[in-house]
């Protein structure tokens, strides 16, 4: 469940520091009831990153593939051995 906190207690920069770390999710900042910001470590943010360069790379293969840039794996494989002489 995610951690929800109000503004003022960003006060308390220690103990935030401490509950981003022991949370492997970000915690999100209210400022007047309403959402404002969210804070995380640097792993968690990361990983976050990581996650979405994963999906990138994905989502540009299925274009790809829709668009018919694919190669038959035996003849690729053919032709890298015959370009590097293996």
């Known amino acids: 469940m995610p951690l929800i906190i109000p503004i003022k ?3 308390n ?3 935030i ?3 981003c770390h022991k949370s492997t999710e970000p915690i999100y900042i209210t ?3 309403y959402g404002d910001m969210v804070i995380m470590s640097m ?3 990361e990983q976050a990153m990581h996650r979405v360069s994963i999906y990138k790379d994905i989502e540009i293969s299925e274009k790809q593939l829709e668009d018919g840039q694919v190669k038959n794996a ?3 494989l053919k032709e890298m051995r ?3 002489n293996i």
């Open 43 to 45: 792993e968690t943010y």
């Open 17 to 19: 520091s401490d509950m």
């Open 74 to 76: 035996k003849i690729a």
């Open 82 to 84: 015959e370009k590097y």
């Open 13 to 15: 920069t220690s103990e």
């Open 9 to 11: 207690d960003l006060k």
């Open 31 to 33: 400022k007047n009831g």
